[in-house]
C-alpha cells in the first residue's frame, strides 16, 4: 500500500480470509539485513473486515475504503489518525465524497490537501472513473468532487492513480480498450 516518510518501512495487506486484510509492515533497519515482517498494530481498521484500498499518507494519517455498517452506500472513503501512539476511531469522509455507489482507492497527494479516489457513480464517464477533491482549511471541509475527464479517464475502468511527489505525473490502472489484458498500467501527464 505504501511507505513511510522516510521510505524505510513498506506497508502491505495480507488476504486471510474471503473480505478480511490484515495489514502488515517490513522495516529495513538502520543497521541494514532483513527483518521479518509483523502484523501491523492498528486496532480500528484490524477489526474492520472490509477495510480496503489503503493509502498511507504518513505513519500517522490513513485513508481507506470499506463498506463497514453505517456508511452511505457501497465502499465509502474513511480516514484514521494517530495521535501519542493511539489511532482513532475511522471516520466516514463525509457525503461530500461518499455516495451511493462505490468510492475507492484513495491517494492523498503530497500536500495533504488534495484527495484522488475512484468512484463508479452517476458522475462517471464509464466503469470507475478518477475523482478528485480539495480541502478547505478555513471552512474545514472537502471540495465537491470533480471527475478528471478524458484522457485520465475512458468509457471503463478507471482506478487507483497515484500521483508523483512533484505532480508533474501519475500512474494508474485501467481496463480501456487497446491494452494488453485485464488491469494494465498508465501513465498520465499533467
Request: net charge negative.
Amino acid at each position: 500500500y505504501g511507505f513511510n516518510g522516510n521510505g524505510r518501512s513498506v506497508y502491505y495487506g495480507l488476504k486471510q480470509s474471503p473480505g478480511a486484510i490484515q495489514l502488515m509492515v517490513n522495516t529495513l533497519p538502520d543497521t541494514g539485513g532483513f527483518v521479518p515482517s509483523v502484523k501491523y498494530n492498528l486496532p480500528p481498521i484490524n477489526s474492520d473486515p472490509f477495510a480496503n484500498d489503503f493509502n498511507f499518507f504518513t505513519d500517522s494519517l490513513i485513508v481507506y475504503s470499506s463498506i463497514r455498517l453505517g456508511g452511505l452506500g457501497g465502499y465509502d472513503l474513511y480516514f484514521t489518525h494517530c495521535n501519542n501512539g493511539k489511532w482513532s476511531e475511522p471516520e466516514n469522509l463525509g457525503a461530500k465524497i461518499n455516495s451511493n455507489y462505490d468510492e475507492r482507492y484513495p491517494f492523498l497527494a503530497k500536500d495533504g490537501r488534495t484527495l484522488f479516489f475512484a468512484s463508479n457513480s452517476l458522475k462517471s464517464i464509464g466503469g470507475f472513473d478518477i475523482f478528485y477533491s480539495h480541502y478547505d482549511d478555513q471552512t474545514m471541509t472537502w471540495s465537491v468532487p470533480e471527475n478528471a475527464g478524458m484522457p485520465v479517464n475512458s468509457a471503463f475502468n478507471d482506478i487507483q492513480l497515484t500521483l508523483s511527489p512533484d505532480g508533474a505525473n501519475a500512474i494508474l490502472s485501467s481496463d480501456r480498450e487497446r491494452g494488453y489484458g485485464n488491469m494494465d498500467l498508465y501513465t498520465v501527464v499533467f
